[in-house]
């Protein structure tokens, strides 16, 4: 069955106390914030918790359909792709997806950093817990049966079954409960297929020499964003339907203020963003309108002073200031705290406010997106 969005809780664990550094953790709580932000703006709702078995219960009982379960080192990308492949994973019959990992001598492990799981089959099970990480600890469970076939490592089978015949363990792995209670009830466990694992990205930031090995993904994007990608089309389809806008303020990445502008009267348009490539692109691309005029300027919002009167008319009223999503971007908020983003996209607004009071400020996504009437779980400056 097609789950509605309000069927669907996202829920992020908070596990940045098992960090050994402050800076990792510093920029996993950039990355979860931004992470908040992208999901809350697709329209689902976001719970956070320290303690997963804890959530799980909340959200069950709160009538939701399915958990999505992450970690603070895990984010969601190229767009829709993962909301859109869960929609796909929530057709079949399934009581967990995720990760499910052989670890030979421990028990499989359902790896924290994301899992799906069917939320009323979890409350008819009486809500069992999702089993935490005991090394050491023995016990003997029937073996589960699984493919030769893996997706990389010996440890990643394709599916994985119940099993007939018992083995003793010396270990248990992360989610080892869920698991064993699935495949006791003879319920489907899903392994996560290539489309969803590469809609999604994880840092592994509980483990230095694994971080390191990640975080240059990190780096290249923000280059990419900033060096290499174009918008060509516009990506804000809901600006405010106005008919008299005589001065425009945007990205270089679109035409939707096509719509708002005056079709009569000059109209003076400013194209601005931090991306030398999008400015070039756009300099040769922007609609020929008789009664338009362009400039371009190279600006970045989220560190450089914007002196208004450097590129607009303080004294047109009709003017349209577009501040997108620049202060929840993912080419940029990872390196970026939210308390910076949020401070910075005031600093800026109050500033229009006082310069060109009668100009309609519009954005697609704000800094505080998620946060806007709850704190988030930690503190920030």
């Not at 019959?93 to 799981?117: N, P, S």
Request: glycine fraction near 4%.
């Amino acid at each position: 069955m097609y789950l509605q969005k309000q069927d669907i809780a996202y829920c992020i664990i908070d596990n940045t106390n098992t960090y050994s550094s402050n800076w990792v953790k510093s920029l996993m709580i950039n990355q979860a914030d931004y992470t908040v932000t992208n999901i809350v703006s697709k329209g689902y709702k976001v719970f956070w918790e320290t303690n997963e078995d804890r959530v799980l219960k909340q959200v069950a009982d709160l009538g939701y359909k399915l958990a999505i379960v992450f970690s603070t080192g895990t984010e969601f990308i190229n767009g829709d792709d993962f909301f859109d492949q869960i929609q796909v994973k929530a057709l079949a019959d399934f009581f967990i997806a995720g990760h499910v990992l052989d670890r030979a001598d421990a028990y499989y492990e359902l790896h924290h950093q994301c899992y799906a799981i069917n939320l009323k089959m979890y409350a008819t099970l009486g809500y069992p817990t999702i089993g935490k990480f005991e090394p050491g600890r023995q016990h003997t469970e029937f073996e589960p049966l699984r493919s030769q076939e893996t997706f990389h490592d010996a440890h990643t089978p394709f599916w994985v079954k119940p099993g007939t015949k018992e083995k003793l363990y010396q270990h248990c792995c992360h989610g080892w409960n869920i698991l064993r209670t699935a495949f006791e009830n003879n319920l489907p466990v899903i392994v996560f297929d290539t489309p969803i694992r590469n809609s999604k990205k994880h840092f592994y930031p509980e483990n230095l020499q694994e971080f390191y090995k990640h975080l240059p993904w990190a780096y290249k994007r923000q280059d990419f964003c900033q060096n290499e990608f174009i918008h060509t089309e516009s990506t804000d389809t809901a600006l405010p339907k106005l008919t008299n806008i005589l001065q425009v303020f945007t990205p270089a990445s679109g035409t939707a203020w096509t719509e708002i502008i005056h079709k009569t009267e000059p109209v003076s348009v400013v194209f601005y963003d931090y991306s030398d490539k999008a400015l070039e692109y756009w300099k040769s691309h922007a609609p020929q309108l008789d009664n338009v005029t362009y400039s371009f300027a190279k600006i970045n919002l989220l560190h450089d002073e914007l002196v208004l009167s450097r590129y607009l008319d303080t004294s047109i009223k009709e003017t349209f200031i577009n501040l997108t999503n620049v202060f929840a971007y993912e080419g940029t908020a990872f390196f970026n705290s939210l308390g910076y983003r949020t401070i910075r996209e005031k600093q800026l607004i109050d500033n229009i406010k006082q310069v060109l009071p009668d100009a309609v400020i519009y954005q697609s996504v704000t800094a505080s997106t998620g946060f806007d009437n709850t704190p988030p779980w930690h503190t920030y400056d």
